[in-house]
T-cell receptor, first 114, second 114 residues
Framework: AQTVTQSQPEMSVQEAETVTLSCTYD???????LFWYKQPPSRQMILVIR??????QNATENRFSVNFQKAAKSFSLKISDSQLGDAAMYFCAYRSPAGNMLTFGGGTRLMVKP | KAGVTQTPRYLIKTRGQQVTLSCSPISGHRSVSWYQQTPGQGLQFLFEYFSETQRNKGNFPGRFSGRQFSNSRSEMNVSTLELGDSALYLC?????????????FGPGTRLTVT
């Protein structure tokens, strides 16, 4: 079974600064998908960014980018120019190509200081 | 397009009762997955339905069941409620065609068991 670990329960960043959230996973599969989801307080979970394991190029979505290290089974999220609206719980998730089940990490609570 | 909707949004039940939660996916999405979110266990996969068939099931007791209708709407049922069933229940829908495998989450149903 796959496992996803987020070692930082809480992180803090100053507005306009850059922060990196860590995620590691364990799998024996060679093909899979990785995601970062954002869950603001009392609001629904939204997809931030996705990465296909077969792609070597790191995914980027505006201020959000990932550092995907397949051999190290690491998938970190970098948020540039942090904004107050980035404050939320961030979940790293793994999806096997067989099936649609997401395995989530425990989450990282990101606080943004003005 | 309307997003994933879940009803009811909040529910209070007593131990031993049963409860049914409803999820309406994004129009055209045929896959619906359910997740349980608790502070202690985090986000855990319950089950996934695709074209009215259960494709995957998580490690939950048989008290948790679900179904999907021909219009892709899904319901989950929990019988003989226990205090530990108090959680946020999230539904996610997915298109599952070609590269479209992203899951879109609903706002959740907050279930409190007293």
């Amino acid at each position: 079974a796959q496992t996803v670990t987020q070692s930082q329960p809480e992180m803090s960043v100053q507005e306009a600064e850059t922060v990196t959230l860590s995620c590691t996973y364990d799998t024996s599969e060679s093909d899979y998908y990785l995601f970062w989801y954002k869950q603001p307080p009392s609001r629904q979970m939204i997809l931030v960014i996705r990465q296909e394991a077969y792609k070597q190029q790191n995914a980027t979505e505006n201020r959000f980018s990932v550092n995907f290290q397949k051999a190290a089974k690491s998938f970190s999220l970098k948020i540039s120019d942090s904004q107050l609206g980035d404050a939320a719980m961030y979940f790293c998730a793994y999806r096997s190509p067989a099936g649609n089940m997401l395995t989530f990490g425990g989450g990282t609570r990101l606080m943004v200081k003005p | 397009k309307a997003g994933v909707t879940q009803t009811p949004r909040y529910l209070i039940k007593t131990r031993g009762q049963q409860v049914t939660l409803s999820c309406s996916p994004i129009s055209g999405h045929r896959s619906v997955s359910w997740y349980q979110q608790t502070p202690g266990q985090g986000l855990q996969f319950l089950f996934e339905y695709f074209s009215e068939t259960q494709r995957n099931k998580g490690n939950f007791p048989g008290r948790f069941s679900g179904r999907q209708f021909s219009n892709s709407r899904s319901e989950m049922n929990v019988s003989t409620l226990e205090l530990g069933d108090s959680a946020l229940y999230l539904c996610a829908s997915s298109l599952l065609q070609g590269d479209s495998y992203e899951q879109y989450f609903g706002p959740g149903t907050r279930l409190t068991v007293t």
